[in-house]
C-alpha cells in the first residue's frame, strides 16, 4: 500500500482518480491547490505525488520545485 497524494483543482477529476487508487489497496490525499499539497508534504511521507500542472496558488510546476 502506497500513501498517494492527488493534487488536482477539478474535485470530480480528484474523486475519479482516487477511486481507482482505493481500487488498488492504496491511502489518497487531496489537494485542490499547491497550499494545500505543500501543507500536506510538509505532515505526511508520500510515496507518489499525482500533480495537476495547471492549477492556481502556486501551480503545478512551482509545487514540483518546492516539494
Known amino acids: 500500500m502506497a500513501n498517494i497524494l ?3 483543482d ?3 477529476m480528484q474523486d475519479i482518480i ?7 489497496g492504496h491511502a489518497c490525499f487531496t489537494a485542490a491547490d499547491g497550499v494545500d ?3 500536506i508534504l510538509k505532515n505526511n511521507p508520500m510515496d507518489l505525488m499525482i500533480l495537476d500542472i495547471m ?5 503545478g510546476f512551482s ?3 518546492m516539494a
Open 6 to 8: 492527488i493534487v488536482e
Open 10 to 12: 477539478e474535485k470530480n
Open 18 to 24: 482516487c477511486e481507482y487508487m482505493h481500487r488498488g
Open 37 to 39: 499539497a505543500l501543507m
Open 55 to 59: 492549477m492556481p496558488h502556486p501551480d
Open 63 to 65: 509545487v514540483c520545485k
